[in-house]
């Protein structure tokens, strides 16, 4: 499966309803059966198979975003900050962003982030670098 925008996080983009300079933002790890669907997933209550195991802690953690406008090429680019789990056992296939509000059948879905293989670590640190959304205006 390849990396997107799921879609109901363009249509609250359009509306308001996120705010990339304001608004806190998670990533999680997934398991290569987690199966993204950018029509029907919305909400963070609607993936499944999220990575579990030592160091890793569900919901997985804070990410800063930065906003960057590109008048020239006429596009907007959202970069996610790397993040990482310090001694950790896991193996995940991707990442799912999200607008964390606090309550899963809450909190928009943003990105998903498709490793391309399991990725796995055994008591070392899990990091993913930083990951860029480009969307062309």
Same mark, same amino acid.
């Given at each position: 499966m390849a990396s997107l925008i799921y879609n109901s996080a363009i249509d609250d983009m359009a509306r308001g309803a996120i705010d990339f300079d304001t608004d806190t933002f998670k990533a999680m790890l997934v398991t290569s059966t987690y199966a993204p669907d950018r029509d029907a997933h919305d909400w963070l209550n609607d993936v499944t198979n999220e990575v579990t %195991? $030592?160091?890793?802690?569900?919901?997985?953690v804070t990410c800063a975003c930065t906003v960057t406008k590109d008048t020239a090429n006429d596009r907007v680019t959202l970069a996610f900050a790397a993040v990482s789990w310090p001694t950790s056992t896991i193996t995940a296939r991707g990442l799912v962003i999200y607008k964390s509000? %606090? $309550?899963a059948s809450a909190d928009p879905l943003v990105a998903y982030i498709d490793f391309g293989l399991n990725?796995?670590?055994s008591n070392g640190t899990f990091s993913v670098e930083s990951s860029v959304i480009t969307m062309q205006l």
């Open positions: %195991g $030592t160091g890793y802690s569900t919901g997985g509000t %606090g $309550t990725a796995s670590t």
